[in-house]
């Protein structure tokens, strides 16, 4: 029998390696195995191939076990939950940014956030962190960083403890910290409450996690509609008097009497510490293109049900644009998806399946290996393997990502690193 069982054992594991390296090869050719962002790194002179990464990502086939070792599949699509390296029973895995070919631009962080300029600090998306619950985890730790270190020192009453600049889910979480420890802050945002999630597309589903929100409670969300986060936003900023001034841009950081003078599009304000929270997303990286500044052009869609029995071209290869393209397929609207790519390689599984699906019923047309030349009134021109494409056109939505904001944060001084597969 105890042979029996060995064979049967080594059976099962033969099948499930073959079936994980099948996914591995298709990954390949699709382009999806190469990670962009932060992703899990598995070392194999550690794992023991338990299977507690596999189990504990919430996302789907972006880890398998073969050969009785953890890998990676689909790593373009994780997105950093970090519950593979939690769950690792002996350590196995790190998190890191980039690859040894593929280099990721990363503001210097100590492990309490502070950038290499005292007394600033970066949380959320501009950090690497793009998840909600990761980033309402890093706001609150580094006010409860702040709050120890205030502790530490005298307290100035002519400044703030600490300026926030950004009200997504780093910016609240990092706000409602400062209130939950009797701080002196300022929260400001340049558009309006909610940061990305405002910039998703109308009844986007946000895929999040349980999370504990300071002054609120623990918040069990899995699966919820762009509108619901909002509208939770909203309940937590009312239930927890926080104060937020929205309309007012960050412009500036300097050293001043051993405090930071924080200039914004509204004045300046002396403050001990400052929490970046600003994100990526809110510098749209541009075409360059001819026609781009067109009223026609924008890089974000918010209401698709505006658009009917219109030409529409939307530009990009990520999840956002796909989402677009289909959400604005409908209403007799004619949508052409412009790549430079050869094959989407960072969009989900369902998007993809949504996406055939599309195409095959010809609400929405995708031309690969594409660039667009120039914008004009009626039309927009690409350039693609067949040559010049001129199509009929309304509206231009281009979701090529977000610049990190390298001129900015130079300008006061933090240090951007490209990493290289590194923690």
């Known amino acids: 029998m105890p042979v029996a069982a060995v ?37 194999p002179a550690k794992c023991i191939g338990s299977g507690a990464c596999v189990k504990a990502c919430p996302e789907k086939d972006i880890l398998g076990l073969s050969g009785g070792k953890g890998r990676l599949i689909n790593a373009s699509q994780c997105i950093g939950h970090g519950a593979c390296a939690a769950a690792c029973p002996v350590g196995a895995i790190t998190l890191v940014f980039g690859t040894e070919t593929r280099g990721v631009d990363i503001p210097f962080l100590t492990p309490e956030f502070e950038t290499n300029v005292k007394g600033v600090f970066i949380v959320g998306e501009l950090g690497g ?28 009453r002519q400044a703030y403890d600490v300026v926030i600049a950004g009200a997504g889910p780093a910016g609240l979480g990092a706000s409602l910290a400062a209130i939950e420890h009797g701080l002196n802050f300022l929260t400001i945002e340049q558009n309006d409450i909610g940061g990305t999630v405002l910039q998703y597309p109308r009844r986007k589903i946000v895929m999040t996690s349980p999370v504990d929100i300071p002054m609120y409670g ?26 937020i001034r929205t309309g007012e841009k960050l412009t500036g950081i300097s050293q001043a009497d051993g405090a930071l003078s924080v ?35 924008a890089y974000r869609l918010l ?41 989407f390689a960072r969009i989900k599984p369902a998007n993809r399946a949504r996406l055939d699906g599309a195409v095959a019923n ?44 390298n001129e900015f944060l130079k300008s006061i001084g933090i240090r951007i690193e490209r990493k290289y597969g590194k923690a």
């Open 218 to 243: 623990k918040v069990k969300l899995k699966e919820t509609s762009k509108e619901a986060l909002l509208d939770l936003w909203m309940d937590i900023v009312k239930k927890t008097d926080l104060k």
């Open 362 to 405: 010809g609400s929405v047309k995708v031309i690969y290996n594409s660039n667009v030349t120039e914008i004009l009134d009626k039309k927009v021109r690409l350039a693609a393997p067949q040559g010049a494409v001129d199509l009929d056109n309304d509206f231009v939505y281009i979701f090529a990502g977000g610049e990190l904001p």
């Open 129 to 156: 962190m793009g998840l909600i619950k990761n980033a309402i985890t890093q706001g609150v730790e580094a006010v409860e960083y702040i709050a120890e270190r205030i502790k530490e020192g005298r307290r100035d």
């Open 7 to 43: 064979l049967i054992y080594l059976l099962i594991n033969q099948r499930r390696s073959g079936r994980v390296e099948k996914k591995i090869v298709k990954a390949k050719e699709t382009g999806s195995h190469e990670p962009f962002s932060v992703h899990p790194y598995i070392d």
């Open 303 to 343: 209401d698709p049900d505006q658009h009917s029995n219109e030409h529409i071209l939307v530009v990009g290869g990520g999840d956002s644009a796909v989402e677009a393209a289909i959400a604005l397929s409908g209403n007799g609207n004619r949508v052409t998806l412009s790549y430079r790519g050869e094959a």
């Open 263 to 297: 200039t914004t599009s509204a004045g300046q304000y002396m403050s001990r510490c400052v929490v970046l929270a600003v994100g990526r997303r809110g510098t749209p990286r541009k075409l360059g293109v001819p026609g781009e500044d067109l009223p026609k052009v």
